[in-house]
């Protein structure tokens, strides 16, 4: 069975301080692995996918494999950047229209 | 674009009426929508995959007779929760497939009395 795991339920830091969201996974074959993020009132938006190797809002991740990991990472976090951050998982390549195994979730803090 | 709405948005009914909720996907077609699950403070499950003009096909453990799914057209998909009880409160959440990625509604709240 695929799992994802977020084993922080929140994380606080401050202004300026990088940010390191931690995100575990377990699956048998080659999953896709994206960030959602889910700021105050608004619904869940795609942060970035695995495949795409791309930063978005300053934020990256790289799938470790040896690890099962993808963990989240910002050099230096903003106010901003305060929301519910969920892992997820598509078991397949091109996973972007298969359903998602999600974590539970990290709600980051940034303090000023 | 890629917009993806939900109605209604918040839902209270009695025990063992059914309530239907609807996903719609505003400016583009969705093949394929899904639906999740939100319990509080908890993550998003995955119940059933919705495919247009097909029977919907269901997670493990979710009951089909229950979570009725319905994909009639390239916009919209709905979510009937028959014979709604109590555990079936909770927060349901659709989304549909655009370009291989998946855009999600707003949710809409269930409070079953």
């Known amino acids: 069975a695929q799992r994802v795991t977020q084993p922080e339920k929140l994380l606080s830091v401050f202004k300026g301080a990088p940010v390191e969201l931690k995100c575990n996974y377990s699956?048998?074959?080659?999953?896709?692995l994206f960030w959602y993020v889910q700021y105050s009132r608004q619904r869940l938006q795609l942060l970035l996918r695995h495949i795409s190797r791309e930063s978005i809002k300053g934020f990256t991740a790289d799938l470790n494999k040896g690890e099962t990991s993808f963990h989240l990472k910002k050099p230096f976090a903003q106010e901003e950047d305060s929301a519910m951050y969920y892992c997820?998982?598509?078991?397949?390549?091109?996973?972007?229209?298969?359903?998602?195994?999600f974590g539970k979730g990290t709600h980051l803090i940034i303090q000023p | 674009g890629a917009v993806v709405s939900q109605h209604p948005s918040w839902v209270i009914c009695k025990s063992g009426t059914s309530v239907k909720i609807e996903c719609r996907s505003l400016?583009?077609?969705?093949?394929?929508m899904f639906w999740y699950r939100q319990f509080p403070k908890q993550s998003l499950m995955l119940m059933a995959t919705?495919?247009?003009?097909?029977?919907?096909?269901?997670e493990q453990g979710v009951e089909k007779d229950k979570f009725l799914i319905n994909h009639a057209s390239l916009t919209l998909s709905t979510l009937t929760v028959t014979s709604a009880h109590p555990e079936d409160s909770s927060f349901y959440i659709c989304?549909?497939?655009?370009?291989?990625?998946?855009?999600f509604g707003p949710g809409t709240r269930l409070t079953v009395l």
């Open positions: 400016d583009f077609q969705a093949t394929t």
């Open positions: 989304s549909a497939v655009y370009q291989n990625e998946q855009f």
């Open positions: 699956y048998s074959g080659s999953p896709e």
């Open positions: 919705s495919n247009e003009g097909s029977k919907a096909t269901y």
């Open positions: 997820a998982l598509s078991g397949r390549a091109g996973g972007g229209a298969d359903g998602l195994t």
